[in-house]
């Protein structure tokens, strides 16, 4: 491990640290209105001064880490084993199996989900709280966010199934279960970890996409997604470059994350 | 065109020729006014406009035979010379003005009004326009009785009659076809050029416009003006910004004062708008939800008490910046004739409405509100999602009614599916919408006040009225709407204001404040409260050149 | 030759019943979205109930779904789309009218920002120092974090063409795997032989590393379409360009089934046809391989 990816461990070992002390940290809590300071800039009060409803934004980005850093890799774990299982079985055992997969995932690839999510957001009832909805919204986001890591991971498993290896494994009368978990699957280990990453950043932000509506994280629950929707008034963002935070918090985790995981790929390939 | 030299533009002006003289000067200037429309136009067939950027469009391109003046609210006649209006209040006679012409060069007679009326009460067509003359069943009769002379009788009496024809853009009895509205022909300042689906409109000076001022100059002063077609408020902002557009209508208050701070002479704030906010519960007898949540909703001292307990003055100032005022009644003091002057401000009260809950047997426990049955007094507030301010709003109430105990969920939906809820399932517990309001008589809100109407929110479609006082209420509509005389009209409908700030089925919470920005190349403007509001005066309105 | 044109044949008819399945699926997902029978004229207080009545019946028409679906595309093979309900156009017009820009649009940002990932990942594969890797990986990190509605407010903002925000949502996805793929391909021992014996860097590229890198990268060309349309859909909407993609979100938010279901069906055909293309593609350099 060198210095930088070192460095970039204590980074996300501080975040979570500081997310996991927000109650010490911001005692006020992120719901809290400090009506009279609405639209506050960074004071010795508010740190990261305050939202358009008077809440401490700093707060709001310590309680939004916790939910987001802990749902969004969740989702991702989700989406790349199914990816993994799905597609890369399929690309190892080829033929029909292989021609089924690509044209279900195409199907996935092609429908407008966002009625699904729109249904499932209309069956919940209405007085489910805010902690759970955003539980539900991401566990469906995992479900079906498989399908473009799913065609990358077939053509993986599809180069692996004519590898010398595995033709020397299967020679030597391994099973094909065994051979799929054991010698197939962790060799797709680099795709799938970049998959992984990738999709981490792409869940945070679907989640704050499908906020607009209305099923994100609700009120006055935080999370990246509905901090993040706070960039909608752009044309200030240059008097205001504290409204940033998020952003660039969101932009610090996910590069730490990336450093962190360049070593780990190395080490598997 | 940087805002410097703008301003630089300005400042010569002002001291050359003064502002008056700048006006004329410029008045032969013609050339073009750009702004945005936030929507797709759905239709150009002016008859079933319904939609605000139709509306728009009608109002620039439309000849009315009576007009609103969006300023003093007073009728004003256009393509009617005058007008005399029956005193059963059931037909109208209009003396029409002569030598009008369309835009096509053909003239305009009492057959095309004939025409008009004819086909915008059409059943078939399901105008909304044609709806609110519908007030009994029959057929509406013309009589033309020379060119310019007509009269229309209607089969029951219309309160509000000579009103209504604001809305109604003539269109030409020889060459009008449903297919070709686009391209007219039209009585107004403007004609519809060209239409590009999802991008833009361009209206061009109507030559055959009858109008001229008072120098006797033809109206419109402006060659043309250019619709942008476009839903993104931060995109209008920034072409305002860059001067590639002139005018803003309906300002967000966030971008309101961004441009306040850099240029406060470009916004305007014309005050409380007709457009109000509120919030209302669920009081549908067969809705799907607990029938002892059904009785907190249904009692009146239930519905005070929460409204008494919302802070009305923070959410005008947190969640409009200030540019809101806090809701009196059904319509709003910019209203001027209709607004009950008798009303008062809802102070903010939480412990006057904490008491007013114990009295009726609800009691706090540990901070809870609780019912006489012991049931947490807590329910769902659904709002649109996307919309910053009723988020805004439902979070403020969520954090005040905390202080007597309620808890509330603040859901956001999308609008379908909120509309779904609404007016189908009745699935919800409480909602927190507005109402856009165009019209200043109540006439147009008979299908919200009425207890049998479809847009009785709180409890529609009743097949008699399910308490005494939404009889009432019934009542005074019905007969401010057959009664002919105003003051009596108004007294009726001050009754049903208060009636309605008594029983609080509608919470009202605020009204928006009428916020516009305009260039200062834009000479002529005058920006009011009613749409539309910046370009009323559309065919008065001047560009400077920019150079 | 045979076997190509064979191959080609039978990837046409799982296409078409893709398409036909994507439609229809499309449709009923949409059709069990909330709020599909309702109108946002309801509110209108100015209409009469016969008037509502009207309106609500418009979207009964549409209820049975399996009906629904057998009618349009029965008349969809005579030509006519059917009409939007919100727009009160022809669906066909209205694709006809929006669909060059969005073809140029997304054309022009996956060329853009598959130039800058290749660029970037073979340099990177190539030079081989840990510095530049890193940067890079920086560089690519830094555009994945910022959401695509963040990109359309800046193109807007800095006077970019919307191209460049695609390109932008593009680049750093294809980067990474791109990155990937070929650093797995150089780290092969047949490489390394070919270093050993002096081969130059681009004959190493084109010969060695391609070759064993490419059918994965034709997959993730065809992922990058599908990544790039819906990538359009909300850049459209808020650049403010009237392309199919704004479209899109208008029918979606309206509830307008018969434009909702062409458009379905043109972005599974346009899915379809990238992805089955670079199928036959790398099933044919496969086969050459072999």
């Not at chain 2, 309001?437 to 008699?464: G, I, R």
């Not at chain 2, 204001?497 to 029983?503: H, L």
């Not at chain 3, 070929?182 to 081969?199: N, W």
């Not at chain 3, 909300?234 to 089934?257: H, K, M, T, Y």
Request: aromatic content about 8%; glycine content about 6%; charged content about 15%.
């Amino acid at each position: 491990m060198n210095f930088w990816q070192k460095l970039a461990g204590c980074i996300l070992l501080l975040v979570v640290c500081l997310s996991l002390a927000a109650g010490w940290l911001a005692p006020a809590g992120y719901a809290y209105q400090d009506r009279e300071n609405a639209g506050a800039p960074p004071s010795h009060q508010h740190w990261l001064g305050t939202d358009d409803l008077g809440r401490d934004r700093f707060a709001r980005i310590l309680y939004g880490t916790r939910i987001s850093l802990l749902l969004a890799p969740a989702a991702a774990l989700i989406s790349t084993l199914l990816a993994a299982m799905i597609g890369g079985f399929a690309g190892y055992a080829g033929g029909i199996w292989q021609r089924a997969a690509t044209a279900i995932t195409d199907l996935f690839l092609s429908l407008p989900w966002l009625f699904l999510l729109i249904a499932v957001r209309a069956l919940m009832p209405l007085n489910i709280s805010p902690l759970e909805s955003v539980t539900v919204t991401f566990s469906l986001l995992g479900l079906l966010g498989w399908t473009a890591a799913a065609r990358v991971l077939c053509a993986a498993g599809a180069s692996l199934r004519d590898s010398d290896f595995v033709c020397q494994a299967r020679a030597s009368g391994v099973r094909n279960s065994r051979l799929f978990w054991i010698h197939v699957l962790p060799n797709m280990a680099p795709v799938l970890l970049a998959q992984f990453w990738i999709s981490i950043p792409v869940f945070i932000l679907s989640e704050a996409n499908l906020g607009i509506l209305g099923l994100g994280v609700a009120e006055p629950l935080p999370s990246w997604g509905s901090l993040l929707r706070e960039l909608e008034g752009m044309i200030s963002i240059g008097d205001e470059p504290w409204k940033l935070a998020p952003l660039a918090l969101l932009v610090v985790v996910v590069t730490c994350f990336q450093i962190v995981l360049s070593n780990q790929q190395e080490v598997a390939a | 065109m940087t805002r410097c030299q703008n301003f630089s533009f300005r400042v010569l002006l002002g001291a050359a020729l003064g502002l008056s003289a700048a006006i004329s000067a410029l008045a032969q200037g013609g050339g073009q006014l750009r702004f945005c429309l936030h929507t797709e136009p759905k239709t150009f067939d002016p008859l079933q406009v319904e939609d605000d950027a139709s509306v728009s469009i009608r109002y620039l391109t439309g000849g009315v035979l009576i007009r609103v003046n969006r300023q003093t609210q007073a009728l004003e006649p256009e393509l009617a010379e005058s007008w005399k209006v029956s005193k059963d209040a059931r037909q109208i006679t209009f003396k029409l003005r002569s030598g009008v012409r369309f835009s096509d060069g053909s003239p305009f007679t009492a057959e095309d009004v004939a025409f008009t009326m004819q086909r915008l009460m059409d059943p078939a067509l399901h105008s909304p326009t044609g709806d609110a003359f519908r007030t009994g069943s029959g057929k509406v009769q013309t009589r033309i009785t020379s060119p310019t002379q007509m009269t229309i009788v209607f089969p029951a009496p219309v309160a509000g009659l000579d009103r209504m024809f604001d809305q109604v853009a003539i269109v030409s009895s020889h060459a009008f076809r449903q297919e070709s509205a686009v391209n007219g022909p039209f009585l107004g300042p403007f004609v519809v050029a060209e239409y590009k689906p999802g991008s833009s409109v361009l209206l061009r000076r109507n030559a055959y416009y009858w109008k001229t001022d008072a120098q006797g100059r033809k109206l419109p002063y402006l060659d043309s003006i250019l619709l942008d077609i476009q839903p993104n408020r931060d995109i209008e902002m920034l072409h305002f910004r860059r001067g590639e557009d002139e005018l803003i209508n309906a300002l967000d208050s966030d971008y309101f004062d961004k441009l306040a701070s850099m240029s406060p002479e470009l916004v305007h704030d014309a005050g409380a708008s007709l457009d109000s906010e509120q919030m209302w519960f669920n009081q549908v007898a067969k809705a799907p939800i607990p029938d002892y949540k059904k009785a907190w909703f249904r009692s009146t001292a239930f519905r005070r008490a929460i409204s008494e307990a919302i802070n009305r003055e923070d959410l005008c100032r947190v969640v409009f910046h200030g540019h809101a005022q806090p809701a009196l009644g059904p319509f709003s003091p910019a209203n001027k004739f209709w607004f009950d002057s008798k009303l008062k401000p809802q102070t903010y009260m939480p412990d006057a409405a904490l008491k007013s809950l114990q009295a009726e047997g609800f009691h706090l426990d540990n901070g809870t509100l609780k019912d006489s049955h012991g049931n947490d007094v807590a329910f769902s507030l659904i709002t649109n999602a996307g919309n910053k301010y009723r988020e805004g709003m439902a979070v403020l109430i969520q954090q005040d009614l905390q202080k007597i105990g309620v808890h509330v969920n603040v859901v956001t939906l999308d609008f379908p599916s909120l509309i779904e809820r609404m007016t189908q399932t009745f699935d919800y517990e409480a909602i927190l919408l507005g109402l856009t309001n165009v019209d200043l008589d109540p006439n147009a809100e008979m299908n919200v006040w009425l207890s049998s109407a479809e847009n009785h929110q709180w409890n529609p479609q009743q097949k008699t009225p399910e308490t005494a006082w939404e009889a009432e209420i019934d009542r005074l509509m019905r007969a401010q709407a057959s009664a002919s005389d105003p003051r009596k009209r108004k007294e009726y409908f001050d009754r049903v204001q208060e009636i309605v700030v008594e029983q609080q089925p509608f919470i009202f919470l605020i009204n928006k404040d009428a916020l516009s920005a305009s260039s200062s190349l834009v000479k002529g403007e005058n920006p009011v409260i009613l749409h539309p509001q910046t370009f009323w005066n559309a065919e008065r309105l001047t560009i400077a050149k920019a150079n | 030759m045979a076997t190509l044109v064979w191959r080609i044949a039978r990837h046409g008819v799982i296409m078409l019943t893709i398409v036909l399945l994507g439609g229809f699926l499309s449709a009923t997902f949409m059709r069990l979205a909330p709020g599909f029978d309702v109108d946002e004229r309801e509110m209108d207080p100015h209409l009469n109930a016969a008037s509502i009545q009207a309106v609500r019946e418009e979207h009964t028409q549409n209820r049975n779904i399996v009906r629904y679906y057998a009618q349009s595309l029965a008349k969809a093979l005579h030509g006519d789309l059917g009409t939007s309900i919100s727009l009160g156009q022809p669906v066909a017009a209205l694709l006809k009218e929006r669909l060059p820009l969005t073809l140029r649009l997304v054309a022009l940002g996956l060329g853009m920002g598959w130039a800058a990932a290749l660029a970037l990942a073979m340099s990177a594969a190539c030079v081989r120092l840990v510095s530049y890797d890193v940067a890079s990986t920086l560089l690519s990190g830094l555009f994945l974090c910022i959401p695509a509605a963040v990109l359309a407010l800046l193109s807007v903002l800095w006077n970019l063409p919307g191209a460049l925000a695609i390109a932008l949502i593009v680049f750093p996805r294809v980067y990474r795997y791109a990155r990937n793929l070929l650093s797995k391909a150089y780290s092969l021992p047949h490489v390394t032989t070919a270093r050993c014996k002096g081969l130059g860097e681009l004959r190493i590229l084109f010969w060695h590393v391609i070759p064993v890198a490419g059918p994965q990268l034709l997959a993730l060309a065809g992922v990058s379409v599908s990544m790039a349309v819906s990538a359009a859909i909300p850049i459209e909407a808020l650049c403010g360009l009237p392309g199919v993609g704004q479209l899109a979100w208008q029918a979606a938010l309206s509830r307008d089934l018969p434009l909702l279901t062409s458009i379905g069906v043109l972005i599974t055909l346009v899915t379809l046809l990238a992805n089955s293309s670079t199928d036959v593609i790398g099933q044919a350099m496969g086969s050459q391989k072999a």
